[in-house]
């Protein structure tokens, strides 16, 4: 059984205490009989919202092999140290050996620094994006420009045909 833990460490701690405390929580873990299968440190992020007056925090990903006691082991050292302000422990049903979307994203972005290129596919794909909706924007306005004359029509082809009628009916009583 795989659970994967992720916890928040307040962003007042530095990087390497958060290692430092990871490396404990392994540690934990290991002694309960369980073992760490994956490790991802995602660095200090934004929050979706203010925690303790905090706007930022150390995500670390751990994602555990073993016992639901290692699991109980992990959450409470968790719970006992001050310095995580968060934490969310889910149970998988299959593991996976690539990286989080997250860390995968990171490493794009610094892949492509080292590179020189300042674009990222997301740009790449919105300039796709754009120029697709410029060659499609003359056949739009086309249609906007056909479909506004016919609107004009439609009332006047109305109205000739009720001056028609009433000219026929004219012509009938006369």
């Known amino acids: 059984m795989y659970y994967e ?5 307040n962003p007042d701690v530095s990087q390497e205490n958060t290692e430092s405390i990871t490396d404990n929580f392994v540690e934990r873990v290991e002694k309960a009989g369980g073992r760490i299968v994956k490790r991802e440190y ?8 203010s ?4 706007k930022r925090g150390h995500y670390v990903m751990l994602v555990t092999d073993g016992e639901p006691k290692a699991v109980e082991t992990l959450e409470q050292a968790i719970r ?4 995580i302000m968060r934490f969310l422990t889910t149970r998988l049903t299959e593991l ?3 990286p989080s979307p997250l860390v995968r994203r990171r490493s794009t972005a610094a892949a492509q620094e080292e590179k020189g290129d300042d674009e990222t596919p997301a740009t790449e794909e919105a300039k796709a994006e754009a120029t697709e909706a410029a060659a499609e924007a003359p056949a739009a306005e086309e249609a ?4 506004t ?14 001056e028609s009628a009433k000219t026929s009916g004219e012509e009938a009583g006369s």
């Open 5 to 9: 833990t992720i916890f928040i460490v």
């Open 42 to 49: 995602w660095g200090s992020r934004p929050l979706a919202y």
């Open 51 to 54: 925690i303790t007056k905090r």
């Open 80 to 83: 006992l140290d001050e310095r």
């Open 96 to 98: 996976s050996d690539e």
């Open 144 to 147: 906007k420009v056909e479909a």
């Open 149 to 162: 004359e016919a609107a004009a029509e439609a009332p006047a082809a109305k109205k000739t045909k009720a």
